[in-house]
């Protein structure tokens, strides 16, 4: 009885090691097959010249990214590249560096007769050349492979494949390569990036973008414009930055991600710039075209930005931002500066700088913070001032941890000047005292704040007119062919001869 049991245990456990194994190559060849039905789309794209379909296939990148593995990498290159053995064994070499050397010794074979795997029959040998002789589909395989090597960690064989990828584009002038080229120059940078040579590819991006704006390249145009931004701002060079900007114009049919990229590199050079209105606006636009629940790195470095600048502009962010799931961790630092600001504590103020200093540095937002020691100061007289009506400098300058009382004298007179509070000074007996509040709404701060978001709701509109879309020759479907025009032509002719021939009979 207990062998009995013995032997259905193993049987089971050779039943569950099995259907593991047969749903792991279930999944690969999905995967496969849709990777093989993008490239149909991206055939399709090409024969009716219509980049849409392409456009398409790039939003499930990120969908299939997610789900590459050796097998299915090796699979792809054998199936396209069968009759080009040069090309297949670069890509496979490029595959095989980013795999295990145990692996590589395991799974050499990579023909089906050597796997021992069912050989795809789904399309003809002639039929993969064809597909792969053109050279969009054959982009769309380098750019899998390269995004492959990304995400193993292999950055020696990721250089390379990303030179060849590039090396191809640079030679082709087809506008069906231009939402392809666009998302090869990205991860071009972004491979040079995290090998920490992106200052070497600035000539490079500056050429394909002089070619790009000649070619009318929107979306091209507008991702260089963004990577040469990054590349500025990666090595703080914020004039060359600004310099670029004024230089170049940003096309307005550039997709909402590169948008909001656009957006918010803008809004940290006009943050670094002092125009810290500006610099509000651009980065809380970027926030809102910034996907919302995805590209969670980017929202978060927007909102440490934007954060900041509302600090620095005196106003408090709302609380519900930092109570965010996916922003609160992140954001942690950043509340407890907003406490410190919002209190007007100037103790707490360095507390924070010195415990997040090394953050906010790497973060690239120390240099803006330093400047919130101002803010802290005014926000803490205009508290002192609410709750005063007469107090001395002396008491000023203890409550705000200043050197000495007259420091304190000369920062409260620019309080006054700045408009921060109502209140005179008197130097003979060293004392401020406040005037009695006036009502708010006796101001012009209602109105200026009823304007500033009926100007955001008009910008919104006017970007969604922009960017609506019309299905194409749909104008001139009322409009007549020739073949019908010849035909009313004769009809009118036939019946002004017949209505000739009744006026005889009369």
Same mark, same amino acid.
């Given at each position: 009885?207990?062998?009995?049991?013995?032997?259905?245990?193993?049987?089971?456990?050779?039943?569950?090691?099995?259907?593991?194994?047969?749903?792991?190559?279930?999944?690969?060849? =999905?995967?496969?097959?849709?990777?093989?039905?993008?490239?149909?789309?991206?055939?399709?794209?090409?024969?009716?010249?219509?980049?849409?379909?392409?456009?398409?296939?790039?939003?499930?990148?990120? $969908?299939?990214?997610?789900? !590459?593995?050796?097998?299915?990498?090796?699979?792809?290159?054998?199936?396209?590249?069968?009759?080009?053995?040069?090309?297949?064994? $670069?890509?496979?070499?490029?595959?095989?560096?980013?795999?295990?050397?145990?692996?590589?010794?395991?799974?050499?074979?990579?023909?089906?007769?050597?796997?021992?795997?069912?050989?795809?029959?789904?399309?003809?040998?002639?039929?993969?050349?064809?597909?792969?002789?053109?050279?969009?589909?054959?982009?769309?395989?380098?750019?899998?492979?390269?995004?492959?090597?990304?995400?193993?960690?292999?950055?020696?064989?990721?250089?390379?494949?990303?030179?060849? =990828?590039?090396?191809?584009?640079?030679?082709?002038?087809?506008?069906? =390569?231009?939402?392809?080229?666009?998302?090869?120059?990205?991860?071009?940078?972004?491979?040079?990036? !995290?090998?920490?040579?992106?200052?070497?590819?600035?000539?490079?991006? +500056?050429?394909?973008?002089?070619?790009?704006?000649?070619?009318?390249?929107?979306?091209?145009?507008?991702?260089?414009?963004?990577?040469? !931004?990054?590349?500025?701002? +990666?090595?703080?060079?914020?004039?060359?930055?600004?310099?670029?900007?004024?230089?170049?114009?940003?096309?307005?049919?550039?997709?909402?991600?590169?948008?909001?990229?656009?957006?918010?590199?803008?809004?940290?050079?006009?943050?670094?710039?002092?125009?810290?209105?500006?610099? +509000?606006? +651009?980065?809380?636009?970027?926030?809102?075209?910034?996907?919302?629940?995805?590209?969670?790195?980017?929202?978060?470095?927007?909102?440490?930005?934007?954060?900041?600048?509302?600090?620095?502009?005196?106003?408090?962010?709302?609380?519900?931002?930092?109570?965010?799931?996916?922003?609160?961790? $992140?954001?942690?630092?950043?509340?407890?500066?907003? !406490?410190?600001?919002?209190?007007?504590?100037?103790?707490?103020?360095?507390?924070?700088?010195?415990?997040?200093?090394?953050?906010?540095?790497?973060?690239?937002?120390?240099?803006?913070?330093?400047?919130?020691?101002?803010?802290?100061?005014?926000?803490?007289?205009?508290?002192?001032?609410?709750?005063?009506?007469?107090?001395?400098?002396?008491?000023?300058?203890?409550?705000?941890?200043?050197?000495?009382?007259?420091?304190?004298?000369?920062?409260?007179?620019?309080?006054?000047?700045?408009?921060?509070?109502?209140?005179?000074?008197?130097?003979?007996?060293?004392?401020?005292?406040?005037?009695?509040?006036?009502?708010?709404?006796?101001?012009?701060?209602?109105?200026?704040?009823?304007?500033?978001?009926?100007?955001?709701?008009?910008?919104?509109?006017?970007?969604?007119?922009?960017?609506?879309?019309?299905?194409?020759?749909?104008?001139?479907?009322?409009?007549?062919?020739?073949?019908?025009?010849?035909?009313?032509?004769?009809?009118?002719?036939?019946?002004?001869?017949?209505?000739?021939?009744?006026?005889?009979?009369?």
């Amino acid at each position: 009885m207990v062998e009995i049991n013995d032997v259905e245990m193993k049987e089971a456990d050779q039943a569950t090691t099995s259907n593991t194994t047969a749903t792991s190559k279930d999944a690969n060849t =999905l995967t496969l097959d849709d990777i093989k039905e993008q490239v149909r789309t991206i055939e399709k794209a090409v024969n009716s010249k219509e980049p849409r379909y392409i456009l398409r296939v790039l939003r499930a990148l990120a $969908s299939t990214r997610k789900r !590459l593995n050796e097998e299915i990498v090796r699979r792809l290159i054998s199936f396209y590249y069968g009759s080009n053995p040069s090309e297949k064994e $670069s890509l496979l070499g490029f595959a095989y560096s980013a795999a295990q050397p145990m692996d590589v010794d395991m799974e050499k074979p990579s023909t089906p007769a050597a796997t021992g795997e069912k050989q795809t029959t789904s399309r003809p040998q002639t039929s993969r050349t064809r597909a792969v002789a053109i050279p969009e589909v054959d982009l769309y395989i380098h750019l899998i492979v390269l995004l492959y090597l990304i995400d193993r960690n292999a950055l020696k064989p990721a250089l390379d494949c990303a030179k060849r =990828l590039v090396d191809k584009t640079s030679v082709l002038n087809r506008r069906t =390569l231009d939402l392809l080229a666009a998302k090869c120059y990205f991860y071009y940078a972004r491979i040079f990036e !995290l090998n920490n040579m992106l200052d070497t590819i600035r000539p490079f991006l +500056h050429s394909r973008l002089r070619t790009a704006t000649l070619r009318n390249d929107f979306e091209g145009t507008a991702v260089l414009i963004n990577l040469l !931004l990054r590349n500025y701002l +990666h090595y703080n060079l914020y004039s060359q930055a600004q310099k670029l900007v004024l230089k170049s114009v940003f096309p307005d049919h550039a997709s909402n991600n590169e948008w909001a990229r656009y957006l918010y590199y803008l809004g940290r050079i006009r943050a670094m710039q002092l125009e810290y209105t500006k610099a +509000h606006q +651009h980065l809380l636009t970027a926030t809102r075209k910034a996907p919302q629940q995805t590209a969670i790195g980017f929202r978060q470095d927007a909102h440490k930005f934007l954060i900041t600048v509302e600090l620095l502009l005196g106003d408090i962010p709302d609380k519900a931002t930092f109570e965010n799931p996916q922003l609160k961790r $992140s954001l942690d630092p950043y509340y407890q500066l907003t !406490l410190a600001v919002r209190a007007g504590d100037l103790g707490r103020f360095k507390e924070v700088l010195d415990a997040f200093s090394d953050r906010f540095q790497r973060e690239k937002t120390w240099s803006l913070i330093i400047r919130l020691r101002h803010n802290v100061i005014k926000t803490g007289i205009k508290m002192i001032s609410l709750s005063y009506a007469k107090i001395s400098f002396s008491d000023v300058a203890r409550k705000l941890q200043l050197d000495s009382p007259e420091d304190a004298e000369y920062i409260v007179a620019k309080a006054i000047r700045d408009g921060v509070i109502e209140a005179t000074i008197n130097h003979e007996q060293g004392y401020v005292q406040s005037r009695e509040i006036v009502d708010v709404y006796t101001t012009r701060e209602p109105m200026n704040a009823f304007h500033q978001r009926i100007e955001f709701c008009l910008k919104v509109h006017n970007e969604a007119v922009k960017a609506m879309r019309y299905p194409p020759k749909k104008y001139n479907e009322d409009l007549e062919t020739a073949q019908e025009r010849r035909e009313r032509e004769q009809e009118e002719l036939e019946y002004a001869k017949e209505m000739a021939d009744d006026e005889d009979d009369f």
